[in-house]
């Protein structure tokens, strides 16, 4: 940007704190609309934990803004010895957290744009590695994108019967998952009397749900 951005630095516009951020608009010789600058610290404090922060800050200001599209180049970030294919996975996996909302059970859920489209640039001598990095991340945050869906459903929702018609739906979608599921009169048979006397204290049917990763 021809000096543009160190200008603003110098002039003290942004201190590069941990967390501080500051949105540019119409920076020259540059294709983007606009450039966030994201605070990270000084370069040898970078931790694994202040490299997902920095990731997650960034999304949630974006997210804030409307944005749809979005390339982030905080993989130039180096926290310890991490690897390409370390940063690529913590930061699908930092993105997808900071942009999760729970907004099933709202009668007039929020209609704000948000991302949908991220690019996670990388020096060309790290892009292979990087790759690697990026279906574990993508996978680990399904995972917890789910588990999280699940926990913010109320109980009269989210009941026996409804885990395991989840825990069946992912055995249909993953032919390496086989799943299990053992209602009140096969937990009579083997004798499953703790759980058993748990369950009396509801209306809804027990489930014991066995799920097999091979």
């Known amino acids: 940007a021809k000096g543009y951005i160190a200008r603003i630095l110098k002039r003290g516009d942004l201190e590069g704190k941990p967390g501080q951020t500051l949105m540019l608009h119409n920076v020259p010789n540059t294709r983007a609309e606009r450039v966030l600058l994201v605070g990270c610290g000084s370069e040898k404090d970078v931790t694994d934990s202040r490299y997902r922060g920095a990731l997650a800050k960034a999304?949630?200001?974006l997210n804030d803004a409307g944005l749809k599209e979005a390339a982030f180049f905080l993989a130039d970030l180096q926290p310890g010895d991490r690897g390409a294919a370390w940063k690529a996975r913590h930061a699908v996996m930092s993105v997808r957290d900071a942009s999760y909302r729970f907004d099933q059970l709202k009668s007039k859920p929020k209609n704000g744009t948000r991302l949908s489209g991220v690019q996670l640039r990388f020096p060309a001598a790290e892009q292979a590695e990087a790759e690697q990095g990026l279906r574990p991340g993508a996978a680990i945050a399904n995972g917890v994108d789910l588990a999280k869906d699940l926990g913010n459903l109320p109980g009269n929702v989210c009941t026996p019967t409804y885990l395991a018609g989840q825990a069946r739906a992912l055995g249909k979608r993953h032919r390496s998952v086989a799943v299990e599921v053992l209602g009140q009169a096969d937990m009579e048979k083997l004798g499953m009397?703790?759980?058993?006397?748990?369950?009396?204290?509801?209306?809804?049917p027990p489930k014991l749900i066995v799920m097999h990763y091979k």
């Open 59 to 61: 999304t949630a200001v």
């Open 193 to 204: 009397g703790s759980l058993l006397s748990v369950a009396k204290g509801s209306r809804q």
